[in-house]
């Protein structure tokens, strides 16, 4: 059974940077892609960055684009965000998700797989 368990979420300043963790579980993620996404309150859940775990291409919103970085580390079977230059809209719940795909695609709905969630949180 497939687990995604985020942390490294909290509170920063405007301009200020987090790293959020995603750890993986269940089984061998080496065709999946992994995607980070985020929804504010009375917003609909959006995509932020997407990884493929075999090749490593990445893919980002254009509202984070040159600010987030998705990473993966394979020997832990962790997905990364780093988070730099943050600003107060970035504030939202950060979701990991995994598709068993290497396609890239920025749509939820095309997902499989969720974590909990973890609250990041910038004030201006």
């Known amino acids: 059974q497939v687990q995604l368990v985020e942390s490294g979420g909290g509170s920063v300043q405007a301009g200020g940077s987090l790293r959020l963790s995603c750890a993986a579980s269940?089984?061998?993620?080496?065709?999946?892609?992994m995607g980070w996404f985020r929804q504010a309150p009375g917003k609909e859940r959006e995509f932020v960055a997407s990884?493929?775990?075999?090749?490593?291409?990445?893919y980002y919103a254009n509202s984070v684009k040159g600010r987030f970085t998705i990473s993966r580390d394979n020997a832990k079977n962790a997905v990364y965000l780093q988070m730099n230059s943050l600003k107060p809209e970035d504030t939202a719940v950060y979701y990991c998700?995994?598709?068993?795909?290497?396609?890239?695609?920025?749509?939820?709905?095309?997902?499989?797989?969720w974590g909990q969630g973890t609250q990041v949180t910038v004030s201006s």
């Open positions: 990884l493929s775990w075999s090749t490593g291409t990445t």
């Open positions: 998700a995994a598709r068993p795909s290497a396609l890239g695609v920025t749509m939820a709905s095309q997902y499989d797989y």
């Open positions: 269940g089984r061998t993620f080496s065709d999946y892609r």
